[in-house]
């Protein structure tokens, strides 16, 4: 009978350290997971600093106006083009259509025009830019 129980505590405590092993291979599996998500999730927030910091720089006024010029073909307005009063938009005249491709740029008040014709570029001189 000693035997027996010697043996049978024997086999037992080998099962119960295969299962501690077990269980230690487990959660070292786990901490090194844990580990490598800290590493991406540290590397995700530095590459999101960087990006932010690249936005931050090309949405800069300077930037986007260069770029709006080099791009857009679109200039700041000229002194002319300015109207101090709302009032002095001219409307179009009831019964005329607007043009289907009014080309990049309006044309200014400045040029002469009345504003009781639509405004329709030369088609010798093509679309005013």
């Known amino acids: 009978m000693r035997r027996l129980f010697t043996i049978l505590a024997a086999v037992t405590a080998l099962f119960a350290g295969a299962a501690v092993l077990q269980l230690k291979l487990a959660v070292q ?10 590493n991406q999730i540290h590397e995700d927030r530095e590459a999101i600093r960087v990006l932010e910091a690249e936005w931050a720089y090309l949405t800069t006024p300077r930037a986007l ?9 679109l200039m700041p ?9 709302p009032d ?3 409307f179009r005249p009831r019964g005329v259509e607007a043009e ?9 008040a ?4 009345s504003t009781d014709q639509p405004n329709k570029p030369d088609k010798e001189k093509g679309p005013t830019l």
């Open 77 to 85: 307005p000229a002194a002319e083009q300015i109207l101090s009063e």
């Open 65 to 73: 106006q260069e770029k709006s010029i080099r791009f857009l073909a």
């Open 29 to 38: 599996e786990k901490a090194d997971e844990v580990k490598a998500l800290a």
């Open 88 to 90: 002095r938009i001219p």
């Open 100 to 108: 289907e491709d009014p080309g990049v740029l309006l044309p200014t």
């Open 110 to 113: 400045a040029r002469g025009k």
